[in-house]
């Protein structure tokens, strides 16, 4: 949970299972016995895991503790945790990516049982530390496999990004995430939602934008500049010319590595983790390149949407993802409406540019 105010975006497979698990309202009122399970599986060392950091209000629902906070203060905020500590925090928009990770892992061990080569969930959190009791019963009661906790007691957490050795951050506070962007760490800002579609239970789905968040800016600041046509000249006359990295790169490397290990058991077609590039390039103008560029960097990518423009949220209504990364509000909130957790990524010239109401005119959708 951010002892910070930030923005709450409010709008409203294959075994599925309700992304989340459970409703804000089917866990409002549950009590639960607080228990220490005596047997979990025993996390990877940081230097051999893949590291997700989450915060406690994108991992669990925290919206009315947060408002406690900002309204009446730190001292009733830590008060009504204290008190409530027997209650469960529903779950958050980040809850069935966790659990879908976690079902990784579940196959890795059974395929390499003496490998760390597994996803480690660390709850990042500049909460006090007398949240704990309820965060960690809370964590049992869902039966989430989290060992490693980080509270700072108000301040940043950012500066244990790096010694927890992250490969993805995740957060409610688009401030720290842009901090996190700024030491070269993947983050993205999730947002709580009302309407979460249904997800696989089985399958671990990740869907990124192309431009600013797995490439570099380079193309969106040829239109910026030069405008549309400019644009599919410069791709046309460097298609060749790998396209530098982007922020989330590192994160698709890593899940590339795990897919890998499934392959290699003949697992290719039966895969638990599946990847997308969701982008509204036009495939024939400036696609080519994008996909030179994977190609480049020995990334394969499962599947690939060219969307020529036309909203994204309808394709990853089809694909269920159970997260998707985009540099663009507009996007990000085309997706969300449809039930996709989708997640800000503040990186590259987008972002230094005003946005002029929910549809960014300056910003061509077919660059992105």
């Not at 003496?114 to 309820?134: C, K, M, P, Q, W």
């Not at 599946?274 to 499962?302: F, H, N, P, Q």
């Amino acid at each position: 949970m951010s002892l910070n105010s930030s923005q709450t975006l409010t709008i409203g497979g294959q075994d599925l299972v309700r992304n989340g698990s459970r409703t804000p309202r089917e866990d409002a009122g549950a009590v639960m016995k607080p228990s220490t399970p005596t047997k979990k599986p025993q996390p990877p060392r940081p230097e051999n895991g893949i590291t997700i950091a989450v915060s406690s209000r994108v991992l669990f629902n925290m919206e009315k503790e947060q408002q406690i906070f900002e309204q009446q203060g730190m001292e009733e905020y830590i008060k009504y945790q204290v008190e409530h500590e027997t209650e469960p925090f529903s779950p958050g928009p980040a809850f069935s990516f966790v659990k879908a990770l976690e079902a990784v892992n579940t196959q890795l061990r059974e395929l390499y049982p003496e490998s760390e080569e597994l996803f480690d969930v660390v709850l990042i959190t500049n909460n006090h530390a007398y949240v704990g009791l309820r965060l960690i019963n809370t964590i049992n009661h869902h039966q989430l496999f989290i060992e490693r906790f980080c509270m700072t007691g108000g301040n940043s957490p950012i500066g244990y990004l790096k010694a927890y050795h992250t490969n993805l951050y995740l957060s409610a506070d688009p401030v720290k995430v842009h901090e996190a962007l700024e030491e070269g760490i993947a983050a993205a800002t999730m947002f709580t939602q009302e309407k979460m579609t249904e997800v696989s239970e089985t399958q671990l789905r990740v869907a990124f934008d192309g431009d600013a968040v797995l490439f570099s800016d380079e193309s969106e600041q040829i239109f910026k500049a030069h405008g549309l046509d400019k644009f599919f000249e410069h791709e046309k006359a460097h298609e060749n010319k790998p396209l530098d990295h982007g922020p989330l790169k590192g994160f698709l490397e890593v899940l590339g590595k795990l897919q890998k290990k499934f392959y290699a058991k003949g697992q290719r077609m039966d895969c638990p983790i599946r990847t997308y590039l969701v982008t509204a390039r036009s495939a024939a103008s400036s696609g080519a390149r994008a996909l030179k560029t994977l190609r480049s960097w020995g990334l394969e990518i499962d599947e690939a949407l060219f969307l020529a423009g036309a909203p994204k949220g309808p394709m990853l209504e089809k694909i269920r993802p159970h997260i998707f990364f985009d540099d663009q509000m507009f996007h990000v909130e085309g997706a969300a409406e449809m039930g996709t957790v989708a997640c800000h990524v503040p990186y590259g010239i987008a972002q230094r540019i005003p946005r002029k109401g929910v549809k960014d005119k300056e910003t061509s959708p077919a660059v992105k």
